[in-house]
Nanobody
Framework: QVQLVESGGGLVQPGGSLRLSCAAS????????MGWYRQAPEKQRELVAR???????NYADSAKGRFTISRDNAKNTVYLQMNSLKPEDTAVYYC???????????????????WGQGTQVTVSS
């Protein structure tokens, strides 16, 4: 079974920084795109940043210049460094990954899209 486990959320003052981590575990053959999304109360989940297996990145306009996404392929982990945080960044942040994995006794890997459980980020004075 493949799992994504996030960490690093919390309460921070405006202008502060946080670093989110998301580690994938299980019988993983490879991880393709990975990303971070967020959902604020009464709003739809939205993309924050994504990174491909080759390291190409894209960001939501609200994240450009303040957030940096990176990944450590050896650790199956994606990070989100968030600087200059604003109250409007307050949300539950979710990790997402496109993972190729092995299931049961099959030698043929499968592919699926996985989500983490979410980590709360609150920006408030």
């Amino acid at each position: 079974q493949v799992q994504l486990v996030e960490s690093g959320g919390g309460l921070v003052q405006p202008g502060g920084s946080l670093r989110l981590s998301c580690a994938a575990s299980g019988r993983i053959a490879s991880i393709n795109g990975m990303g971070w999304y967020r959902q604020a109360p009464e709003k739809q989940r939205e993309l924050v940043a994504r990174i491909t297996g080759g390291g190409s990145t894209n960001y939501a306009d609200s994240a450009k210049g303040r957030f940096t996404i990176s990944r450590d392929n050896a650790k199956n982990t994606v990070y989100l460094q968030m600087n200059s945080l604003k109250p409007e960044d307050t949300a539950v942040y979710y990790c997402n990954a496109d993972i190729t994995y092995y299931f049961g006794s099959s030698i043929f890997p499968r592919n699926a899209d996985y989500w983490g459980q979410g980590t709360q980020v609150t920006v408030s004075s």
